[in-house]
């Protein structure tokens, strides 16, 4: 008889750009972002993982009912990681469709293109922000409150839908306010984030589910980058290589631990 293999620990990772994208790029190949982390940490502790990061930057919250059946029903992930908020938090007024285009990384370098871009949108997009940001500095920044609870109902019957699917364990994020360099910008979003992480963190607490759990990140930047937001997120949003790298390691740790409690996991291993 064949000697078995253990059954790889299936880990799906979702969210925008917090997930995606490292401050800076363009640095070595070991730059990885969190969820590549999560693979290489758990895979040198001997447990055999496959970990699949679905994620776009800019993506809403609601985005992600309309794809779980593809995503989840077929890979049946034991762990899913879900990052979502921050983006509702950014804007009191910019539509989200003029965002994307005014920031896309998707446009061809055409002659005309790059003229309207340079020349039209640019220009347009950057007097409408410091337009908003004019305002977020006058309105009180959690004006639109519908939009927190609008998030974690989303989340929530996301959590419901997927719970169903073998009973994953489920880890939503903390979201941290924006640095320093948009701190100007977006003169509101640090409260606005404030009031998410609440309303996120009772969501998860009134479902009641040890496999339901909240993932807190500050304690990561207090302990590794003494509580300074501009050494965690020096682009004013996204991860440092470093933080990044102690974030997956904190997750890989936390579904380790929980992954040793699953018998579909740990069977194979204890033949070996």
Same mark, same amino acid.
């Given at each position: 008889?064949?000697?078995?293999?253990?059954?790889?620990?299936?880990?799906?990772?979702? @969210?925008?750009?917090?997930?995606?994208?490292?401050?800076?790029?363009? &640095?070595?190949?070991?730059?990885?972002?969190?969820?590549?982390?999560?693979?290489?940490?758990?895979?040198?502790? @001997?447990?055999?993982?496959?970990?699949?990061?679905?994620?776009?930057?800019?993506?809403?919250?609601?985005?992600?009912?309309?794809?779980?059946?593809?995503?989840?029903?077929?890979?049946?992930?034991?762990?899913?990681?879900?990052?979502?908020?921050?983006?509702?938090?950014?804007?009191?007024?910019?539509?989200?469709?003029?965002?994307?285009?005014?920031?896309?990384?998707?446009?061809?370098?055409?002659?005309?293109?790059?003229?309207? +871009?340079?020349?039209?949108?640019?220009?347009?997009?950057?007097?409408?922000?410091?337009?908003?940001?004019?305002?977020?500095?006058?309105?009180?920044?959690?004006?639109?409150?519908?939009?927190?609870?609008?998030?974690?109902?989303?989340?929530?019957?996301?959590?419901?839908?997927?719970?169903?699917?073998?009973?994953?364990?489920?880890?939503?994020?903390?979201?941290?306010?924006?640095?320093?360099?948009?701190?100007?910008?977006?003169? &509101?979003?640090?409260? +606005?984030?404030?009031?998410?992480?609440?309303?996120?963190?009772?969501?998860?607490?009134?479902? &009641?589910?040890?496999?339901?759990?909240?993932?807190?990140?500050?304690?990561?930047?207090?302990?590794?980058?003494? &509580?300074?937001?501009?050494?965690?997120?020096?682009?004013?949003?996204?991860?440092?290589?470093?933080?990044?790298?102690?974030?997956?390691?904190?997750?890989?740790?936390?579904?380790?631990?929980?992954?040793?409690?699953?018998?579909?996991?740990?069977?194979?291993?204890?033949?070996?």
């Amino acid at each position: 008889m064949p000697t078995p293999l253990p059954l790889p620990l299936r880990v799906l990772v979702k @969210g925008a750009s917090t997930v995606n994208w490292v401050s800076w790029m363009g &640095g070595p190949r070991e730059d990885f972002i969190f969820p590549r982390v999560i693979q290489e940490q758990l895979l040198a502790g @001997g447990r055999p993982t496959e970990v699949q990061t679905i994620t776009m930057t800019s993506e809403r919250t609601s985005s992600i009912l309309g794809t779980w059946q593809a995503e989840v029903l077929g890979y049946s992930p034991d762990v899913i990681v879900l990052v979502y908020g921050h983006y509702e938090t950014i804007h009191l007024f910019i539509p989200r469709w003029l965002e994307v285009h005014a920031n896309s990384l998707r446009w061809a370098p055409r002659r005309i293109g790059s003229a309207y +871009r340079r020349l039209v949108l640019r220009p347009a997009w950057k007097a409408l922000a410091r337009a908003q940001a004019k305002v977020d500095s006058i309105l009180p920044p959690t004006l639109r409150r519908g939009r927190p609870r609008q998030v974690a109902a989303d989340l929530e019957r996301y959590i419901s839908h997927v719970q169903g699917v073998g009973s994953p364990l489920v880890l939503v994020f903390e979201l941290l306010p924006p640095g320093s360099r948009y701190r100007t910008w977006f003169p &509101g979003m640090a409260r +606005r984030i404030e009031v998410m992480n609440d309303t996120l963190r009772t969501m998860v607490e009134g479902i &009641g589910r040890d496999d339901v759990r909240w993932f807190p990140v500050t304690p990561l930047v207090d302990e590794h980058v003494a &509580g300074d937001i501009d050494r965690a997120i020096p682009d004013g949003f996204h991860y440092s290589p470093q933080m990044h790298r102690h974030i997956g390691t904190a997750l890989a740790r936390e579904i380790d631990a929980w992954a040793a409690t699953q018998n579909h996991l740990t069977r194979a291993r204890e033949a070996l």
